[in-house]
């Protein structure tokens, strides 16, 4: 494939298996018995590209994927037929029929929704698998916890060509420290389950473990763990207990050097002049900007860059396709050097924390600023195994369709 920009990313694939391997280690550990782990994938895999992501997780034996909506689930599924895949969001009810015949697992919270799909089963000859979700206390979708909620369930599990397979809430302070509205809302979801089982009913997947729950709450755990940004070596706050599981990043972001400017002293770099020079300067003006990683427009005159093993600091104000890195104490710098602003360079390493920390956010942020303008690079064992660059793929469509 011909490349379109001198800056990507790469993602190792391996790291991405080994996350997921961990923290499913960690909640049996924990548990004492088999615990079933859903990856969720979402945001287009927290911008690693989710159809990859959920090739390699189908490769490994994942059985479980989540995601937000239709579109990522068609994608997951094309990647891992095999898996069963969970649509955490919202899914207008006009679309049923394509969940339905796609096999999809849709959240339901409305007898309205569960009925729509029931039809639509029946007029496919197919059984639609559904998750109930249940609202303890977010304050989004879900049956409220109520006995008007447990007969509407109720009524749902007795809908012909509609199987209720799971049944599942979200923590809403999970990532904070202070866990007692976590407590409140687990009473919540055991107090539902009592209601259910007075009707005779038994959902047989429950999953409300999340990040947070998986790492300080491990209490809770029911049939399966849902988790995201640990999926990709991200902690979901500094609050929890993070070094209970040993994570790898798999996002790593570079740019080809594009020039190399002198400053003397007191000229000044970029917008606003925002950097000064105090001594005879070396710059190194890389091809990125916060156009391709929102986040990284938080980064004036902080930050570092990798650049032949060593550190450069950032300069003046991150623009929004360049950016400009302080090379005087880096010998050698030429035009398309490779700089590394997440990940490894020889003996120095980047992490995703390290660079979340001087944006002032959490890594998982860090990773969905991503605008997908970048390629990006698959890794696995050591070779490139495949490419995505959605720029490259719109030149391929619009040429075809306009033959141009």
Not at 49 to 55: M, Q
Not at 121 to 145: E, S
Not at 167 to 196: C, D, I, N, P, W
Not at 277 to 300: E, F, N, S, W
Request: proline fraction near 3%; hydrophobic fraction near 45%; glycine fraction near 8%.
């Amino acid at each position: 494939m011909n490349r379109t920009r001198a800056a990507w990313i790469d993602v190792e694939l391996e790291n991405i298996v080994h996350n997921v391997k961990a923290v499913q280690a960690l909640a049996q550990k924990d548990a004492g018995r088999p615990v079933m782990a859903m990856p969720v994938i979402k945001g287009n895999a927290y911008g690693h590209g989710i159809f990859e992501v959920a090739r390699i997780l189908g490769e490994s034996g994942v059985e479980w994927m989540a995601v937000a909506t239709y579109s990522e689930a068609r994608l997951a599924l094309l990647a891992a037929p095999q898996a069963k895949v969970l649509i955490l969001g919202y899914t207008p009810l006009d679309m049923m029929d394509e969940i339905v015949r796609y096999g999809i697992r849709p959240c339901v919270y409305t007898y309205e929704q569960a009925l729509t799909l029931s039809e639509q089963a029946r007029a496919q000859g197919k059984t639609a698998y559904i998750h109930i979700k249940v609202d303890t206390g977010m304050h989004r979708l879900g049956f409220n916890v109520s006995e008007q909620s447990a007969d509407t369930v109720a009524a749902i599990c007795d809908l012909p060509n509609v199987c209720v397979e799971g049944l599942f809430t979200h923590f809403a302070t999970s990532a904070m420290r202070e866990k007692e509205y976590v407590h409140y809302q687990y009473r919540g979801f055991a107090a539902f389950k009592e209601m259910l089982a007075a009707r005779g009913v038994d959902i047989p997947v429950k999953h409300l473990s999340n990040c947070g729950i998986i790492l300080d709450s491990p209490e809770y755990h029911q049939d399966m763990i849902r988790f995201g940004s640990m999926v990709f070596g991200s902690y979901s706050s500094n609050e929890v207990c993070r070094a209970r599981v040993q994570l790898k990043d798999a996002f790593a972001l570079r740019a080809e050097v594009a020039c190399v400017k002198d400053l003397a002293p007191g000229e000044g770099v970029g917008y606003d002049l925002a950097f000064i020079a105090q001594r005879p300067t070396r710059i190194a003006v890389l091809p990125l900007g916060y156009a391709d990683m929102i986040c990284l427009r938080r980064l004036k005159n902080k930050g570092y860059v990798l650049l032949h093993g060593k550190r450069a600091p950032m300069v003046g104000c991150v623009c929004m396709d360049q950016l400009m890195i302080d090379v005087t104490d880096i010998e050698n710098v030429a035009m398309g050097d490779v700089a590394t602003l997440i990940g490894r360079d020889g003996d120095e390493v980047l992490t995703l924390q390290e660079v979340a920390d001087h944006v002032g956010t959490d890594g998982y942020e860090v990773l969905l600023s991503n605008t997908q303008r970048l390629p990006i690079h698959y890794w696995k064992d050591g070779k490139m195994i495949g490419a995505l660059d959605i720029h490259q793929t719109l030149l391929s469509y619009y040429e075809r369709i306009y033959n141009l």
